[in-house]
Structures are given as structure tokens and as C-alpha cells.
């Protein structure tokens, strides 16, 4: 018994959608990263799936590659949340507009 591809589509449309939601109401930076993970998590369902449906390898080698590029931006993201946390006493995202000049 398979998984019809919607079901996959479905699932990664739901998670999307809880990533946008995270990122548009979140004000905590490290749930802002999370939000944006989810979001390349559902690229990933979909990439995976449409490479199963198709019987390739592709959608595959794309998910890895979309892995490695999630892996830098938590790098550099935390960088900058420790940056933050080290000027202004708080990882709220709503503090670097103080960052203006």
C-alpha cells in the first residue's frame, strides 16, 4: 500500500503554511529560524515526493542539496542571534530596527 503523491503535496503544503504562519507572528528569532526550516522542510517533501512519482533520483539529490544550504543559513543565523543577544540584551527581532541610521 503507497501514498498517493497528493498526500505528500498535502503534507508539505501544511507545513509550509506552518512555517509562514511562524514567520509572519513569531518575534523570537531562534522561532523565526525554526519557521524558515520548516518551510525548506516542506520543499523538501515535495522535491522527495515528485522524484518518487517520476521513479529518479533527482528530487533526491535537490533535497540534499537544499539540506546543506538550511545547514549554512542555521550557521550564519545563529551567529547573528548571539550577535543580538550580545548588543541588545534580547533575541527579539523587533530590536535591530534600533540598528537604523
Request: glycine share 8%.
Amino acid at each position: 500500500m503507497t501514498v498517493p503523491l497528493e498526500g505528500y503535496l498535502l503534507l508539505s503544503a501544511a507545513v509550509f503554511c506552518i512555517g509562514v504562519f511562524g514567520v509572519l507572528v513569531r518575534r523570537n528569532a531562534l522561532l523565526f529560524l525554526m519557521s524558515v526550516e520548516l518551510m525548506l522542510n516542506a520543499a523538501n517533501i515535495n522535491l522527495v515526493a515528485f522524484g518518487l512519482e517520476y521513479g529518479n533520483l533527482t528530487g533526491q539529490l535537490f533535497a540534499l542539496f537544499v539540506i546543506a544550504l538550511a545547514a549554512a543559513e542555521v550557521a550564519v543565523g545563529i551567529g547573528i542571534i548571539v550577535s543580538f543577544d550580545r548588543n541588545f540584551e534580547s533575541i527579539d527581532v523587533t530590536d535591530a530596527v534600533t540598528m537604523r541610521w
